[in-house]
């Protein structure tokens, strides 16, 4: 069954850092959307005789009902800047006004009604625009302790700062910023290396740990072999990709 699509109209198109930006949308037709944190949506570009297809993962920070569902009159996500992009030249030169087709939502990244006790969301980019969604869920599982890798080359390369370590103020929540090609003026306490050398000082473990991969096909692969040979099954680890797409 094809998935339900939406109209939506760009509200605002801000640069957050050097390389990305955060695009907001209302609905327009229908006036609702609903989804679970953690999805995303793909967008039905024009682009000649046939649409460009691509997806963007959800990063609203709203709360979701007790089927873990939000309804919502608005989209917001962040697209960092590829060279040549066919997509990323429409994003980037999209004004307030400008209206979009998307179908949505997809995508089982998201938190199960079953979580073991230690679980790590890991990210590269904008690959943390899922966790940021799940940011209200975190605190009312008790049970459960969250660590948040945030991975980046430089401190200005990061977004969402405040509402990651809003976050980390919750007892069962720790925020790890890793920066990889910074070595001074740090404005917080991070990691200086990547998510995956950050990941194995906090030594995962696969009778009581669920890992989040999401963003660079990379790290995200990486991370996942390093898993593997720890033990971690298949359904240990929960992995979105951002491929590049064939057309
Ligand atoms: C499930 C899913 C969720 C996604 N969510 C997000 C998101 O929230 N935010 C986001 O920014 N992107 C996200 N992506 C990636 C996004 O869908 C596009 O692939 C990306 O924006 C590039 O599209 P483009 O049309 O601008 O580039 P294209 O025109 O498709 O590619 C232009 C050239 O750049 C290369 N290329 C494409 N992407 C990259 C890259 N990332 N790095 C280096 N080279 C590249 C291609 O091989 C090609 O040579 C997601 C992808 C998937 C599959």
């Keep these: 069954?094809?998935?339900?699509?939406?109209?939506?109209?760009?509200?605002?198109?801000?640069?957050?850092?050097?390389?990305?930006?955060?695009?907001?949308?209302?609905?327009?037709?229908?006036?609702?959307?609903?989804?679970?944190?953690?999805?995303?949506?793909?967008?039905?570009?024009?682009?000649?005789?046939?649409?460009?297809?691509?997806?963007?993962?959800?990063?609203?920070?709203?709360?979701?009902?007790?089927?873990?569902?939000?309804?919502?009159?608005?989209?917001?996500?962040?697209?960092?800047?590829?060279?040549?992009?066919?997509?990323?030249?429409?994003?980037?030169e999209a004004k307030a006004g400008d209206s979009f087709e998307i179908s949505g939502p997809v995508g089982l990244l998201v938190l199960g009604a079953e979580l073991p006790k230690r679980i790590f969301l890991i990210g590269t980019g904008t690959g943390m625009a899922p966790y940021r969604a799940m940011l209200?869920?975190?605190?009312?599982?008790?049970?459960?302790?969250?660590?948040?890798?945030?991975?980046?080359?430089?401190?200005q390369d990061m977004f969402y700062l405040d509402d990651f370590w809003q976050a980390h103020q919750a007892k069962n929540i720790q925020f790890h910023p890793c920066l990889s090609r910074q070595i001074d003026n740090f404005s917080f306490d991070c990691y200086q290396g990547y998510v995956q050398q950050q990941l194995v000082e906090l030594k995962p473990d696969p009778e009581t740990d669920l890992?989040?991969?999401?963003?660079?096909?990379?790290?995200?692969?990486?991370?996942?072999?390093?898993?593997?040979?720890?033990?971690?099954?298949?359904?240990?680890?929960?992995?979105?990709?951002?491929v590049f797409s064939k057309f």
Excluded: W
Aim: aromatic share 12%; hydrophobic share 35%; with cysteine.
């Design 136 to 155: 209200n869920q975190l605190p009312k599982l008790t049970e459960q302790q969250f660590h948040i890798l945030f991975g980046a080359q430089k401190q």
């Design 1 to 92: 069954m094809p998935l339900p699509s939406y109209q939506i109209v760009l509200a605002s198109n801000e640069l957050i850092s050097p390389n990305v930006r955060k695009l907001t949308f209302e609905f327009s037709k229908p006036q609702s959307f609903s989804y679970r944190p953690g999805q995303f949506v793909s967008f039905s570009l024009p682009y000649g005789e046939k649409p460009l297809k691509r997806s963007y993962s959800i990063a609203n920070l709203e709360t979701p009902d007790e089927q873990g569902l939000v309804t919502t009159d608005y989209l917001e996500i962040v697209i960092s800047h590829v060279a040549n992009g066919r997509a990323t030249k429409i994003f980037f």
């Design 211 to 242: 890992v989040y991969l999401c963003g660079n096909p990379n790290m995200v692969d990486e991370v996942f072999a390093m898993l593997k040979d720890k033990g971690f099954g298949v359904k240990q680890v929960k992995r979105e990709k951002y």
